[in-house]
T-cell receptor
Framework: NAGVTQTPKFRVLKTGQSMTLLCAQD?????MYWYRQDPGMGLRLIHY???????AKGEVPDGYNVSRLKKQNFLLGLESAAPSQTSVYFC?????????????FGPGTRLTVL | DAKTTQPNSMESNEEEPVHLPCNHSTISGTDYIHWYRQLPSQGPEYVIH???SNVNNRMASLAIAEDRKSSTLILHRATLRDAAVYYCILRDSAGGTSYGKLTFGQGTILTVHP
């Protein structure tokens, strides 16, 4: 099993450009998450999904959109990138939202917005 | 949401035990204590979790104070591969708005010397 994979690994954008980050999981998990991590900080939740076709806002959702058209994929979109969105983005998935359940993380996408 | 307090950094020598402390004085009776770690340039990975009793697994042990206001992650024999940021996280199991979510603080940077 590949677990959680993220595409691309690195990307450089200019201010105002758009892009989509792809997350895929092969564990048949219902729940998927997008986090961002700024230098020296912990991860912050952007959006999450509790199942195919559903999404919900996390702690820092502004400037991002998400879609979950297939159970195994969770897309994070930036419609008009800003330098403040320079960060490392992590996707995660879990079987449930239960407080004893494990979240499995991808390797991250390093995004720089100039 | 209940918060955790961890030292910014700790150092250890290889093959020695490491005790990583976490204070959570406002923990509620339904909060689980989770530990994740993040190796350099990787996504976080689950280490261990517990509610009231001490827990052991192949990676580590978790010692929980009797009043649950603090806990300690124990790595019995540190290796160079254990050098990472360790996050102590409380997860709400009571069904509130933060139910099941992971809220990352800044964590403890563990340096392991050969």
């Amino acid at each position: 099993n590949a677990g959680v994979t993220q595409t691309p690994k690195f990307r450089v954008l200019k201010t105002g450009q758009s892009m989509t980050l792809l997350c895929a999981q092969d564990m048949n998990h219902e729940y998927m998450y997008w986090y961002r991590q700024d230098p020296g900080m912990g991860l912050r939740l952007i959006h999450y999904s509790v199942g195919e076709g559903t999404t919900a806002k996390g702690e820092v959702p502004d400037g991002y959109n998400v879609s979950r058209l297939k159970k195994q994929n969770f897309l994070l979109g930036l419609e008009s990138a800003a330098p403040s969105q320079t960060s490392v983005y992590f996707c995660a998935s879990s079987y449930s939202l239960g407080s004893t359940d494990t979240q499995y993380f991808g390797p991250g996408t390093r995004l720089t917005v100039l | 949401d209940a918060k955790t307090t961890q030292p910014n950094s700790m150092e250890s020598n290889e093959e020695e035990p490491v005790h990583l402390p976490c204070n959570h004085s406002t923990i509620s009776g339904t909060d689980y204590i989770h530990w994740y770690r993040q190796l350099p340039s990787q996504g976080p990975e689950y280490v261990i979790h517990g509610l009231t009793s001490n827990v052991n697994n192949r990676m580590a042990s978790l010692a929980i104070a009797e009043d649950r206001k603090s806990s300690t992650l124990i790595l019995h024999r540190a290796t160079l591969r254990d050098a990472a940021v360790y996050y102590c996280i409380l997860r709400d199991s009571a069904g509130g708005t933060s139910y099941g979510k992971l809220t990352f603080g800044q964590g403890t940077i563990l340096t392991v010397h050969p």
